[in-house]
T-cell receptor, first 113, second 114 residues
């Protein structure tokens, strides 16, 4: 019940295309869902995050769609660029007590020039 | 505003040895969490420190221990190293007053156990 399932494992997109990464969870106590971007040799960096009281959040080219009833959320990267090539992790957290993240297994995105 | 800094960046140890990893939290952050990231996997929560006390622990054995100092910096200690301990160890700081928003990760320490 603590797992966050992420798909696909890898993704190849043409420059200018839309990249879509999906995550699903079971624990209904989760109330914070961040996405992290990680480049090789670096730590994860917060990209965008959402709470369950909204169904969508957009920041620039990055959009999170959230479906509370289905317990699913996804990251959409519009107009994907070669510089977006990185590994993306979804995560979830329950906002009480210990603020720990449960991470998905990651999606390796490659954007072709 | 400084970010999260970790040292050393890389480390090679022999099975059975002990290791100490260090983390300086971001200015204004009073909570430090440690994560283990195996190759090709997502980070796994080890434990969290707030006000120098352990504030939650993941599914890691007692040979993983930590400290937080009055300046909010932190150490992760691993005793009796095993080959499976080879991973990227990430430190993340946050302000507990803000909850988990603003969780900032360092670049990690790459530990190799041979």
């Amino acid at each position: 019940q603590q797992q966050v399932k992420q798909s696909p494992q890898s993704l190849i997109v043409q420059k200018g295309g839309i990249s879509i990464i999906n995550c699903a969870y079971e624990n209904t106590a989760f109330d914070y869902f961040p996405w992290y971007q990680q480049f090789p040799g670096k730590g994860p960096a917060l990209l965008i995050a959402i709470r369950p009281d909204v169904s969508e959040k957009k920041e620039g080219r990055f959009t999170i769609s959230f479906n509370k009833s289905a317990k699913q959320f996804s990251l959409h990267i519009m107009d994907s660029q070669p510089g977006d090539s990185a590994t993306y992790f979804c995560a979830a957290s329950a906002g009480t007590g210990t603020y720990k993240y449960i991470f998905g297994t990651g999606t390796r995105l490659k954007v072709l020039a | 505003e400084t970010g999260v800094t970790q040292s050393p960046t890389h480390l090679i140890k022999t099975r059975g040895q002990q290791v100490t990893l260090r983390c300086s939290s971001q200015s204004g952050h009073n909570t430090v969490s440690w994560y283990q990231q195996a190759l090709g996997q997502g980070p796994q929560f080890i434990f969290q420190y707030y006000r120098e006390e352990e504030n939650g622990r993941g599914n890691f054995p007692p040979r993983f221990s930590g400290l937080q100092f009055p300046n909010y910096s932190s150490e992760l200690n691993v005793n009796a190293l095993e080959l499976d301990d080879s991973a990227l160890y990430l430190c993340a700081s946050s302000s507990k007053r803000q909850g988990i928003d603003g969780y900032t990760f360092g670049s990690g320490t790459r530990l190799t156990v041979v």
